[in-house]
């Protein structure tokens, strides 16, 4: 699929940014389009004729675009459209639940161009597996995704799906990761930061020092922005740190880097 054969669904209440809005969708070689002003007309859009791509803004009119993202995740029929977020926030308590429920991205508002291309490329990952990547033979890698969210961790599986690989066990935190880690060799962990019980950095540090696989290449996908605490992490053995959500662009280098060192 081609970014130009998408079907997006635009959720915008001003008109101004609606026209701004598809008139770089056009550029980028969308024409399939459709606009509602609100959360509850673009659910029952999204029933009647169901999108590749979701574009939305932060404030809608009746609910919150972070609330129709929890709606369009609890929803069977809605929960594997792509989301993409449209907001001038930069607020942790507002963009987080977002980035928890697997938003494939977030464009500032304005945004450029090439940012939104970006997305849009994301999005494709998401929707059909790539035929080759350079990550050797992925379908036979085995990752183990940690994070207490399970839309996170579902996420997190997709993207790695479009990469080609096949191989997952999941985990809802530290403590089970390491239980999974007794019983099974893992050639990746994808882990999070924030966690109950023992998050991403207590985890690292037990791989690292009293595990059975203290070489297994550690990405971390997190939402974190306190500097000191992604260095400590740092200092714990983490691989590589990625930003939640992810660019697949980006996940497929790193992890041919961290695959390669293996």
Do not use: W
Request: with cysteine.
């Amino acid at each position: 699929m081609r970014p130009s054969e998408l079907f997006v669904l635009l959720v915008e209440p001003s008109r101004m940014q609606r026209n701004l809005i598809e008139n770089h969708l056009r550029a980028a070689g969308i024409e399939a389009i459709e606009v509602c002003s609100g959360a509850e007309a673009a659910l029952d859009a999204m029933r009647r004729d169901p999108p590749d791509l979701v574009l939305s803004a932060l404030h809608l009119p009746d609910i919150s675009g972070a609330e129709l993202l929890a709606r369009m995740r609890a929803d069977t029929e809605l929960r594997d459209i792509a989301f993409v977020l449209i907001s001038s926030e930069t607020q942790f308590r507002y963009l987080d639940p977002v980035k928890q429920a697997g938003a494939t991205a977030i464009l500032p508002k304005p945004f450029s161009l090439g940012q939104l291309e970006t997305a849009l490329r994301t999005t494709l990952h998401t929707l059909e597996p790539e035929g080759t990547t350079p990550l050797g033979d992925p379908e036979l890698l085995r990752v183990l995704v940690v994070d207490d969210s399970p839309l996170a961790r579902r996420f997190i599986c997709k993207v790695l799906a479009g990469l080609g690989i096949e191989h997952f066990v999941e985990a809802g935190d530290g403590t089970e990761a390491l239980e999974r880690m007794q019983d099974e060799y893992f050639d990746l962990v994808v882990t999070d930061f924030n966690m109950p019980h023992l998050d991403g950095q207590g985890l690292t540090e037990q791989i690292r020092q009293h595990s059975a696989q203290p070489t297994v290449p550690i990405m971390m996908v997190t939402s974190e922005e306190d500097q000191s605490r992604l260095a400590g992490v740092q200092q714990a053995g983490v691989s590589a740190i990625c930003d939640k959500p992810f660019v697949a662009d980006d996940v497929r280098q790193l992890l041919a880097g961290l695959l390669a060192q293996r």
